[in-house]
């Protein structure tokens, strides 16, 4: 991508697309960036890191050469019903936690050029309160090849993914969803319902007692609520079988302990214990 400037676009500037802006300005890319937000304050606040602020998406649309759509996923799906076939010479990628419900969107348009991406990176803080230049690095960014893929435009995707940092991943969209569920979407709500339980059985007057279990644990739950529905909606096929399975295992822990059963916990605990350190605390993934 060396010569000249490329025009690129970020629809949507919370806590991913802003990280992204400022990531794309430090990477020393020639690069002119574009935003556009519906929140005004934020569109204010992120324009000194723009050469371009858009009134619209259509307008950046016609701006720009390269946009991500760094929105929730249900308003990635509207977006791209808007750019549709009418963006030809537009390379279009986003940053969903959710893949297949978006490629099966994009290839209802013959002429939209796509790349399904997703930023295996985050943090709890939403919106301009969450931008952080090095949020992507050394992280993993999935990338979806489908038939309707280019490798060219694939390898311009992961070519702007490597200078900011992030490692790219090439799978299909059906393994990312499945996996997903698991690694990143079953602890976002594992994360809530202990927020929710909170509210009613929490600590009072003893605010000592608040300590690092009970923030590990609820630490999602301090993300961006449509974010996280809008992941959970467009994948539920895959979290709903793994919330049974969970109950299973929570009512398996239940009934120990009913029953008094001592070794029987301590087995499970020490399962639970060799599978974080063997497949889980040195993975190096986030969010």
């Not at 969803?177 to 319902?193: C, F, N, V």
């Amino acid at each position: 991508m060396a010569g000249r400037s490329i025009r690129i676009g970020i629809v949507g500037l919370g806590q991913i697309g802003g990280s992204l802006m400022l990531a794309l300005r430090r990477s020393g890319e020639s690069l002119q960036l574009g935003g556009y937000d519906l929140n005004r304050k934020r569109l204010a606040s992120a324009q000194p890191h723009l050469h371009f602020a858009a009134e619209s998406e259509t307008e950046l649309f016609r701006w720009a050469e390269i946009v991500f759509l760094a929105t929730p996923v249900q308003t990635i799906l509207q977006l791209l019903h808007i750019a549709g076939n009418r963006y030809p010479s537009v390379l279009f990628t986003d940053v969903g936690s959710t893949k297949r419900a978006v490629v099966d969107c994009a290839h209802s348009y013959t002429s939209l050029r796509f790349v399904p991406g997703h930023p295996f990176a985050g943090n709890e803080r939403e919106g301009e309160q969450g931008w952080d230049s090095e949020l992507f690095s050394g992280r993993p960014y999935f990338l979806v090849s489908t038939e309707k893929t280019s490798k060219e435009d694939l390898n311009q995707i992961r070519h702007l993914v490597a200078a900011i940092g992030a490692h790219p991943v090439v799978l299909d969209a059906a393994t990312h969803d499945r996996l997903l569920a698991l690694t990143s979407h079953l602890p976002l709500l594992l994360s809530a319902a202990t927020a929710l339980l909170f509210e009613s059985l929490g600590p009072g007057n003893y605010p000592e007692t608040i300590g690092s279990g009970i923030r590990s644990v609820a630490r999602l739950a301090g993300g961006s609520p449509t974010m996280g529905r809008d992941l959970l909606f467009t994948n539920r096929d895959e979290v709903l079988p793994l919330l049974r399975r969970l109950k299973d295992v929570l009512d398996r822990f239940a009934r120990e302990l009913e029953q008094g059963n001592g070794q029987a916990l301590l087995a499970l605990l020490e399962r639970a214990q060799k599978l974080y350190w063997k497949r889980i605390a040195d993975s190096g993934g986030s969010v």
